[in-house]
């Protein structure tokens, strides 16, 4: 099956810590995105690529790092910088570079900081 | 990138049709409309795309008016499984787009 996974689907931080969420896609898909979504909100960019160890930053990159080292992943750090990291995260992926492209999403993960 | 604008909630009765209405003004001449649907806790997935005129696919139809500056995503006798949050989306029809915007999205609730 093709598609695209997150794991894990829950994860619990303390506060302080850095954590890592993984996004994986055998979609061969060249676009990579990670959106964070908030309660009763939309959702925001946080890191899109393009092309292997090429990325750019979205609208809330701060706080967050990632990593585009293989086709089919682009882990996503959520840095002690972020101040407040409790949310829902989804990573996405599309096929082209193009906006006339659909992106499959993942099942997300979500992350509490306790 | 073209802003939308959609309204934030919308209540229907099953069996209706519904129809969603995106305002992007400053849409420019290569942005792609497209929508997506999200249930609670699950990732968006994708309904329909279109540039101009009418797209209709198995589940929902999309209406663009000449000068784009609007869409209307139109939903067919709408059960109690549609309810959901509807996303608007524009986006570069040529390379080097990547970036997408998702704004808060419709939700629609369908009621019994």
């Known amino acids: 099956d093709g598609g695209i996974t997150q794991s894990p689907k829950y994860l619990f931080r303390k506060e302080g810590q850095n954590v890592t969420l993984s996004c994986e896609q055998n979609?061969?898909?060249?676009?990579m995105y990670w959106y964070r979504q908030d309660p009763g909100q939309g959702l925001r960019l946080i890191y899109y690529?393009?092309?292997?160890?090429?990325?750019q930053k979205g609208d809330i990159a701060e706080g967050y790092s990632v990593s585009r080292e293989k086709k089919e992943s682009f882990p996503l750090t959520v840095t002690s910088a972020q101040k407040n990291p409790t949310a829902f995260y989804l990573c996405?992926?599309?096929?082209?570079?193009?906006?006339?492209?659909?992106?499959?999403f993942g099942p997300g993960t979500r992350l509490t900081v306790l | 990138l073209a802003k939308t604008t959609q309204p934030i909630s919308m209540d229907s009765y099953e069996g209706q049709e519904v129809n969603i209405t995106c305002s992007h003004n400053?849409?420019?001449?290569?942005?792609?409309i497209t929508w997506y649907q999200q249930f609670p806790s699950q990732g968006p997935r994708f309904i329909i795309q279109?540039?101009?005129t009418k797209v209709t696919n198995e589940v929902a139809s999309l209406f663009i008016p000449a000068d784009r500056k609007s869409s209307t995503l139109s939903l067919p006798r709408v059960s109690l499984s549609d309810t959901a949050v509807y996303y608007c989306?524009?986006?570069?029809?040529?390379?080097?787009?990547?970036?997408?915007?998702f704004g808060d999205g419709t939700t629609l609730t369908v009621k019994p």
């Open positions: 996405a992926s599309m096929r082209g570079l193009a906006g006339n492209n659909e992106q499959f």
């Open positions: 979609l061969n898909h060249d676009a």
């Open positions: 690529s393009q092309i292997v160890n090429d990325f």
């Open positions: 400053n849409i420019a001449t290569n942005d792609y």
């Open positions: 279109g540039y101009k």
């Open positions: 989306l524009v986006g570069d029809g040529n390379t080097n787009a990547g970036k997408s915007t």
